[in-house]
């Protein structure tokens, strides 16, 4: 126990470190802090403990965080600097990525989110989302899975991209799905994951979008 208050001392102590350069997205590793933290074995209440502490930590170094100048891949195959490609974003808007494996992200993807998001521009207003499509290393050689996924989403999504792994946890969308909420100047206001028991996003929407016209 006292080992494992030592490794979140210090969990907390990086990242406060980390927070004094810049003011990007700051990445969060949760394998390695697993690991480092379960080298002893952990107990049911510090493995809950270190679960919040991660998501925590997820939240603290995003939101309030501007976006990176990752690199993203198009449609068609062609490789993106990001920001450039959200340059002429006017307002606020939201990202949401998912890879093609996990059955949540898909269904948020395809369904759920289309619906919240439907509801929501009909009552307040439209705003862009662009949606990211998490390239793995299986996919690297068999991109079969990756084109029917945005064959699938594309009556739904404006932009869509592809993004490595790698890429997307620069962002810190590192759960299936995810969704950052992100202002004009590039600023993460929120960071969700998954999708909730109710099925329905649009609370979650409505609450993270500045609705004045």
């Known amino acids: 126990m006292k080992n494992f208050v030592i490794i979140l001392g210090l969990l907390f102590g990086l990242l406060s470190s980390c ?5 990007n997205i700051i990445e969060i590793d949760p394998d390695k802090i697993r690991s480092n933290a379960s080298k002893n074995g952990l107990t049911v209440e510090e493995n809950e403990k270190l679960n919040m502490t991660i998501d925590d930590s997820i939240k603290k170094n995003t939101t309030g965080k501007t976006l990176p100048n990752i690199i993203i891949t198009d449609i068609s195959y062609q490789k993106k600097f990001f920001l450039d490609e959200l340059d002429n ?3 606020d808007f939201i990202l949401i990525s998912t890879d093609v494996y996990c059955g949540f992200g898909l269904e ?6 289309p619906k919240s998001y439907k509801k929501f521009s009909k009552e307040n207003k439209s705003v862009p989302v662009i949606c990211l499509i998490k390239r793995t290393e299986d996919d690297i050689n068999n991109l079969k899975r ?10 739904f999504y404006d ?11 620069k962002l810190n969308m590192l759960v299936n799905p995810s969704r950052l909420y992100v202002t004009e100047e590039m600023v993460v206001k929120n960071i969700k994951f998954g999708i909730n028991l109710s099925g329905d996003l649009y609370d979650e929407i409505r609450q993270n979008i500045n609705i004045k016209r």
Not at 159 to 169: G, Q, R
């Open 19 to 23: 927070n004094k350069h810049g003011n």
């Open 89 to 91: 974003i006017d307002g």
């Open 146 to 155: 990756i084109n029917k996924t945005i064959d699938e989403i594309k009556p």
């Open 159 to 169: 932009s869509i991209y592809i993004i490595d792994e790698k890429e997307a946890n």
């Open 108 to 113: 948020c993807l395809i369904d759920i989110f």
